[in-house]
């Protein structure tokens, strides 16, 4: 019983030891044992129930001998050896579910560990692309900005070439309207100049007429 406890306690020990300190691949393995182990539940606690109940017996086999010596003034030399015996069972025992117990919560808040490193990474991840976004957004914002003005400067360029077709169209609107204005003075005058060339052609030949009838 007694090299038992100390192969379970050395056990222990070099499980704990495995969990504080991280040698290469091993303390995955051993997680990974241990995760095997806590989906037996129900065995782990029958085990641990049923060294509870021999550290309890043991406990009370102490005290049964420590009476009987008290009674007697002397323990026998075999009380002895079981005191010692039991008292060394009840210690390892101790140990050993206090070790059980250590491994329980180390397992448990590295495995916390593992989850927050692993969500503190995929938030590191997420944080990293929104970052690139952002970045990405901000040169797409200032292209635009960019674009803008410069659709700004080319409608500006663009409102200042439609003033100046604008002002050379009502010139030439008014050139054409002093041009019209001329042409139709020309057209009077030469139309008055018809009717007075008519008349100095009816006077001529009326002239002529008389002419010609002085000298019949």
């Known amino acids: 019983m007694i090299q038992l406890l100390f192969m379970v306690l050395c ?4 499980v704990a030891f495995l969990l504080m300190v991280k040698i290469g691949p091993l303390r995955e393995l051993v997680m990974k044992c241990l995760d095997q182990v806590k989906m037996r539940k129900g065995t782990v606690l029958t085990i641990a129930g049923t060294i509870s109940a021999i550290l ?9 001998i420590q009476n009987k010596g008290a009674k007697i003034g002397t323990m ?35 495995r916390k560990l593992i989850v927050l490193r692993s969500s503190a990474g995929s938030s590191k991840k997420e944080f990293e692309r929104l970052e ?34 604008k002002l050379e169209s009502e010139e030439k609107d008014k050139r054409v309207e002093t041009a019209e204005a001329h042409v139709a003075a020309l057209q009077k005058q030469a139309a008055d ?14 002239l002529q007429n008389r002419a010609h009838g002085y000298r019949s």
């Open 76 to 110: 026998t030399p075999m009380d002895q050896v079981l005191w010692r015996t039991n008292l060394l069972e009840a210690t390892l025992m101790g140990f050993s579910l206090f070790l059980g117990f250590l491994i329980d919560r180390m397992h448990h808040y590295l």
């Open 132 to 165: 690139k976004e952002k970045l990405q957004f901000k040169e797409k914002a200032d292209k635009a900005a960019e674009e803008i003005k410069l659709s700004q400067k080319q409608l500006s360029s663009l409102t200042e070439t439609l003033k100046k077709v």
């Open 56 to 64: 309890f017996s043991n406990f009370i086999s102490i005290i049964k």
């Open 193 to 206: 100049l018809l009717l007075e060339y008519d008349r100095l052609l009816e006077d001529n030949q009326n």
């Open 11 to 14: 056990l222990e020990g070099m």
